[in-house]
C-alpha cells in the first residue's frame, strides 16, 4: 500500500508595511506595501522568504527597466491608485483616463513613459501597463508624423523613398469621404 505524503503549506506571509528594494541601478527604495500588494514582487518575495526575513533584507530586482526613476513613478501612481482593479473585459477597450491621470501622464516625456510602461510589465502590474498604454497612445495620437518621428528617433525618408510610399499607399492618404465611395 503506498504511502500517503502530506505537503505542509507555507503560512500565510504578514508584510511589514514598507518594504526595502534594491533598483538595478543600486539604489535603495523604500516602497509600501499598498503599493507592491498587486505587483510580481510580492510573488518573489513570497517564493523566496519566510515572514522573518522579510522584515531584514533588501531586495533586489533584476530587469534593466528597474531604476530608481522609473520605479519612483510606479510606485507613484500604484500608490495613488491602490484601489483600481480592472476586469478582463476592461482590457479589451479603450480605457477614459480622469483629470487625475492626464495630468500624471503629462509629466513623462516619450522615454519616461516607455521606461514605465516597461517597469509596469516587469512588475506585473495590469492596471499601470493599461492605462499607461491607453495614456501613450492619446498622446501619439495628437502627435503629427515629425513629432512622431523625432520621440521615437526614426529618420524621415528620403525624397525618392517618400515618394515611393506615397504611390504605394495612396489609399492611406485618401480623404475619408473618398474612402466610403
Request: aromatic share 6%; charged share 25%.
Given at each position: 500500500?503506498?504511502?500517503?505524503?502530506?505537503?505542509?503549506?507555507?503560512?500565510?506571509?504578514?508584510?511589514?508595511?514598507?518594504?526595502?528594494?534594491?533598483?538595478?541601478?543600486?539604489?535603495?527604495?523604500?516602497?509600501?506595501?499598498?503599493?507592491?500588494?498587486?505587483?510580481?514582487?510580492?510573488?518573489?518575495?513570497?517564493?523566496?522568504?519566510c515572514e522573518d526575513t522579510i522584515k531584514e533584507l533588501t531586495f533586489p530586482l533584476h530587469d534593466k527597466f528597474a531604476t530608481e526613476a522609473t520605479l519612483r513613478k510606479a510606485f507613484e501612481w500604484m500608490e495613488r491608485n491602490a484601489g483600481i482593479e480592472l476586469k478582463p473585459e476592461d482590457m479589451e477597450s479603450k480605457i477614459k483616463l480622469d483629470a487625475k491621470q492626464i495630468d500624471f501622464f503629462a509629466q513623462l516625456d516619450i522615454d519616461a513613459h516607455i521606461g514605465?510602461?516597461?517597469?509596469?510589465?516587469?512588475?506585473n502590474t495590469l492596471p499601470l501597463l493599461h492605462y499607461s498604454l491607453q495614456a501613450l497612445a492619446d498622446k501619439m495620437s495628437a502627435m503629427n508624423v515629425d513629432a512622431l518621428r523625432s520621440a521615437f528617433a526614426i529618420p524621415a525618408p528620403s525624397s525618392e523613398e517618400e515618394r515611393a510610399l506615397r504611390a504605394k499607399f495612396a489609399w492611406a492618404l485618401e480623404e475619408p469621404s473618398k474612402q466610403s465611395k
Open positions: 500500500m503506498a504511502e500517503t505524503v502530506e505537503l505542509k503549506k507555507k503560512p500565510p506571509i504578514s508584510y511589514p508595511e514598507k518594504i526595502t528594494l534594491l533598483t538595478v541601478d543600486q539604489k535603495k527604495m523604500v516602497v509600501d506595501f499598498v503599493a507592491l500588494k498587486d505587483s510580481k514582487v510580492i510573488n518573489m518575495i513570497d517564493s523566496l522568504m514605465l510602461i516597461l517597469a509596469a510589465n516587469y512588475l
